[in-house]
């Protein structure tokens, strides 16, 4: 009787696993995706991603994996109830945090926070509009004081960026536009004294610059610099 239990058992569970596995990667009378999918690497049994969809549309959580990853996702998506956002979380493959933001499809949106290696210290702090940088990026150091911060408008550095050294003494604060450098340009040594000041005209130095020394003006010089008559 026993053997017979054993027997009946072991077809139920089978029958189980087989009802599941017809479950899945199934697809709606639209030839939509539909309910969970699970996709592996060709000839392994390592899952690429999982998750579930709602005819066609992609909802909950999905895990991606590499082909090394075995039970660790190196990226979770949990998408939101509406249009195709999703709040994105990417690791190592130790499951570190490495860094964290928002989705709409493809393009990165609004906050993303990026991680420290061996830490949870956050190591950058930066904004998107429709997958490209916008606004203030925040860089830090390992300690949480901050070591730059530079500002975006459509994925270009435009305005002014600031550099300091891990005690928080500004160095350099220099001025975009469209990405090139441009405005007044001023670097400091690591004791916030004036070491240099003049200014870029479309990345290039513009008008006078000067020099200084134990905070003293030590040299002056003019650009462009006048071309040697000897030379041409």
Known sequence: MKHVFVFFFGILVSLQISIAQENVNQLDENG????????????????RYEGQFDHGKEIGTFNFYCKACNGQP????NFSSEGTKAYVRYFTIKGKLVSEGEMEGKNRIGEWVY????????M???????GKLDGTKTTYYPNGTKTEETHYENGLKHGESKFYSPQGVLLKQ???EADKLSGKAVHYDDNGTLTIKGHYKKGKKYGLWQYFKNGELELEETYPKPKNPEKQ
Not at 32 to 47: A, F, I, S
Not at 74 to 77: G, H
């Open 74 to 77: 190196m990226a979770v998506k």
């Open 174 to 176: 220099l001025n975009y």
């Open 32 to 47: 939509k995706r539909h309910g969970v999918w699970k996709k592996y690497y060709p000839g392994t049994q390592q899952l």
């Open 115 to 122: 991680y420290h290696a061996g830490s949870n210290a956050v």
């Open 124 to 130: 950058t702090r930066e904004y998107y509009k429709n």
